[in-house]
């Protein structure tokens, strides 16, 4: 099998054979000037709904979540899939996005259900781009596309687990991973201990797209899954991480689009926003962890209560109490680690 090296954390690394006739097909396509567009909704079958972002920026959005694509002369990337039930659903609106020109790549954002159960479907339904003597020496391999996630992510997929997809064929263990597809920089970048400690945003450059999965939603208080690595800090250092990659257009509206795990398109204003109230949040569990309260204590007191009407869910997969309960035991555990370290 031929090797390549592309480019990943500020070190090269070796990439198998798939991902160097990928890179290699970057030399002759056509460069796609940028337009900026607001999002656009478009037709699309149920359950799901096409916003397009960008001139070649879609978002297939799903009961489970936001799906990514971007589509160009070379193929497409798509960022995350849906759950395993969902599958044929989402592969036939990603066929009609991408048409013959095929799914190139596939990356996770995190190693939840939700964003990868139908995971081997989209794969499978993707090609590589091979001809010639690189075609016979990947064989069967090039019919599917290159799937791409942080190590920790590649880790937990393989582990398996009720919902959870099949894990990647190629994963980045360095701060960071990036290609050059259809004309633009594409920037995948690890964020250690944010939701999980697998997360990864992805940065389209010249579109000017962020792509946050769950680090950032528009329609609960960030689900931080410390059993998997997440924490308080994490979160805030990730979304802190996506508003410095932000440019707002005028009077801090538009410019950079950023897609969240699951809910509307946004920019750095309602991330802002975001931050902001998960900072207050954080801040005013913190003191009463310094207080020596204890977690039923803390509910108590309501920490979250001035921001429940908008953030808040007392039934669901995520619920203020669920969130309240993370914050605490992130805040406990950063505790710990601090006195043990000072000792």
């Known amino acids: ?76 990337i798509v960022v995350d899939t849906q759950s395993a039930e969902r599958a044929p659903a989402l592969v036939a609106e990603l066929n009609k996005l991408v048409g013959e020109r095929h799914i190139r790549f596939l990356v996770n954002t995190s190693a939840d259900p939700g964003h990868t159960g139908a995971n081997l479907q989209v ?23 290159v799937h791409m996630a942080h190590e920790n992510t590649l880790l937990r997929l393989s582990a398996g687990g009720p919902g ?35 997360d990864s945003i992805v940065h389209f450059r010249t579109s000017d797209v962020l792509v946050a999965g769950e680090i950032w939603n528009t329609l609960t208080y960030p689900v931080i899954d410390v059993a998997r690595g997440g924490s308080i ?48 949040i954080r801040d005013h569990i913190k003191e009463l962890v310094d207080r020596g309260m204890t977690l039923e204590q803390v509910k108590a007191a309501k920490p979250t209560v001035e921001y429940d009407g908008r953030w808040g869910a007392t039934s669901g997969p995520w619920t203020t109490d669920m969130f309240v309960s993370a914050v605490y035991a992130s805040l406990k555990a950063e505790r710990s680690k601090t006195t043990k370290d000072a000792r």
């Not at 794969?123 to 599917?144: E, V």
């Not at 190629?170 to 400690?197: C, K, Q, R």
């Open 1 to 76: 099998m031929s090797e390549s090296w592309a480019s990943a954390g500020g070190r090269a690394i070796r990439a198998s054979s798939l991902v160097a006739v990928a890179f290699a097909a970057t030399a002759h396509a056509a460069h796609q000037p940028h337009l900026p567009f607001a999002p656009q909704l478009q037709v699309a079958s149920a359950p799901f709904e096409w916003v397009k972002v960008r001139d070649n920026i879609f978002v297939v959005s799903g009961p489970d979540g936001n799906v990514t694509v971007q589509v160009g002369p070379e193929g497409a």
């Open 164 to 198: 959870l997809g099949e894990p990647p064929n190629e994963s980045y263990a360095s701060a960071w991973y990036d290609l050059y597809f259809n004309g633009e920089g594409v920037v995948i970048t690890h964020m250690p201990a944010a939701h999980t400690d697998g």
């Open 233 to 280: 800090q994490g979160e805030l250092d990730a979304l802190n991480t996506l508003i410095d990659l932000a440019i707002p257009r005028e009077n801090a509206e538009g410019g950079t689009m950023i897609v969240p795990g699951r809910g509307r398109v946004g920019d750095e204003s309602d991330l802002v926003e975001y931050r902001d109230i998960i900072t207050t």
């Open 123 to 145: 794969r499978n339904a993707g090609r590589q781009i091979a001809a010639g003597i690189m075609l016979m020496a990947t064989g069967d391999i090039s019919k599917q596309a």
